[in-house]
T-cell receptor, first 111, second 115 residues
């Protein structure tokens, strides 16, 4: 049973535009959410996180939004750059050290 | 943030053999985590490796198939035993990294192909 879902396997965006990556979860006990970026042949790299007590966290071009009532989070990248092209995983944690990952969204930023 | 050296980066193994994957961290960490990413699937936690005690395995994963060693606070190995083609995956180690706001840092991964 997939507790974290990324329903869009891929996304293409023009350089300079906004990229919005979505993630849904089913477990209301999750209280910490993370986004990872993964380039080919590399392990996932931590990007940004948000605690369930917040609804927004911003770090430079990256903003994560959390809608607890909808069990939905999104990652906004503005402006998108070609170097942002990668696979993005969202992950959720419920206090234990087990992260539950989505299946990833491949973002392609078109120059 | 923590730096993890994971070896090998890839391997092709014969059915029935075993592969041991090593992870070395540049700082002492209490727990190390081993994940598997099967083709088209999400990363799935295999087990948590604690120094000085047996690893804790997630549902669906057993010690006989995935023995883990954790001899000290900077090193761990995962062995994938009695390999079958279904074991072809990317295997990653990870540590909790307080330097990145309680995110987790991952090794670069080991791509295993079983033939």
């Amino acid at each position: 049973d997939q507790q974290v879902k990324q329903n869009s396997p891929s996304l293409s965006v023009q350089e300079g535009r906004i990229s919005i990556l979505n993630c849904d979860y089913t477990n209301s006990m999750f209280d910490y959410f993370l986004w990872y970026k993964k380039y080919p042949a590399e392990g996932p790299t931590f990007l940004i996180s948000i605690s369930s007590i917040k609804d927004k966290n911003e770090d430079g071009r990256f903003t994560v939004f959390l809608n607890k009532s909808a069990k939905h989070l999104s990652l906004h990248i503005v402006p998108s750059q070609p170097g942002d092209s990668a696979v993005y995983f969202c992950a959720a944690s419920g206090g234990a050290n087990n992260l539950f990952f989505g299946t990833g969204t491949r973002l392609t930023v078109i120059p | 943030s923590a730096v993890i050296s994971q070896k090998p980066s890839r391997d092709i193994c014969q059915r029935g053999t075993s592969l041991t994957i090593q992870c070395q961290v540049d700082s002492q960490v209490t727990m190390m985590f081993w994940y598997r990413q099967q083709p088209g699937q999400s990363l799935t936690l295999i087990a948590t490796a604690n120094q000085g005690s047996e690893a804790t395995y997630e549902s669906g994963f057993v010690i006989d198939k995935f023995p883990i060693s954790r001899p000290n606070l900077t090193f761990s190995t995962l062995t994938v035993s009695n390999l079958s083609p279904e074991d072809s995956s990317i295997y990653l180690c990870s540590v909790e990294d307080r330097a990145v706001n309680y995110g987790y840092t991952f090794g670069s991964g080991t791509r295993l192909t079983v033939v």
